[in-house]
């Protein structure tokens, strides 16, 4: 009797400690940030940031195709702006939004950016998802994106003015992705993209550094660009060859 009053103590006792022990979700990191629809970098570059130019235009690709991957409204794009910390947009400098899904070569759907905000200064010691209150990949720091502007943009960032523009007007699907249109000039040189998003559970899916967006100023071919690319250093190396051939043959 003893030995089974032990038992049911100790149950009893694990059962408490798990209610008192909170519940971490923990975010699929999955959404890439790329130069927009049609570019090569639109789904993956594998850049560690990505690169994506100027900013004008901004895509967030759901790289997952799993049947739970698909995101509800709103989705959140999340901007880190270096050594911001004042609002810098008298209002929303989205001036369109299109969702793909699944792109490319899926339905396209007119979305918005109903609304913009301005969370104030991410400095030392923190991480863009926590200091939203989001759960979210921890590897956005402040930390990991100076480090990045430095190197990148020779920007030595002090802190970076977070903003959150809600997007809304569709799912974003399995291998979806949504188009961005910004006025142009309106990102400044050095800003982050990241983005955020949950399913119809509540499950979040977020971006990790190593897919996050990065303005500067290198720019960021198009396909087509990257194709005459290839072609030249083809031609190039053929012409070497003849010259080194007629070269021996003299």
């Not at 982050?192 to 119809?200: L, P």
Request: charged share 10%; proline share 6%; net charge negative.
């Amino acid at each position: 009797m003893r030995m089974v009053t032990k038992a049911s103590l100790l149950v009893l006792g694990f059962a408490v400690i798990a209610t008192l022990v909170p519940t971490v979700t923990k975010a699929d990191s999955t959404l890439h940030i790329g130069p927009g629809a049609g570019t090569a970098c639109a789904t993956g570059c594998a850049g560690e940031p990505n690169l994506i130019g100027s900013g004008n235009i901004v895509d967030i690709f759901q790289t997952s195709g799993g049947a739970n991957a698909t995101l509800t409204p709103p989705q959140l794009l999340i901007l880190g702006i270096p050594n911001d910390t004042t609002n810098l947009f008298a209002s929303d400098p989205i001036t369109g939004v299109t969702y793909i899904n699944p792109y490319p070569g899926g339905t396209s759907t007119a979305g918005s950016s109903p609304s913009i905000t301005f969370e104030g200064a991410m400095t030392t010691g923190q991480e863009v998802y926590s200091f939203l209150g989001l759960s979210g990949n921890a590897s956005n720091s402040f930390t990991n994106w100076s480090a990045a502007d430095a190197t990148i943009n020779g920007i030595t960032a002090t802190g970076f003015g977070i903003y959150e523009l809600s997007l809304t007007g569709a799912n974003l699907g399995p291998k979806g992705l949504i188009n961005i249109l910004f006025a142009s000039g309106s990102l400044p040189l050095g800003t982050f993209a990241v983005g955020y998003g949950t399913n119809s559970d509540g499950k979040p899916f977020d971006t990790p550094f190593t897919e996050a967006g990065l303005t500067s100023s290198n720019a960021v071919p198009e396909p087509c660009t990257l194709l005459l690319l290839g072609t030249g250093a083809l031609a190039l190396t053929r012409f070497r060859k003849r010259s080194r051939a007629a070269a021996e043959q003299a």
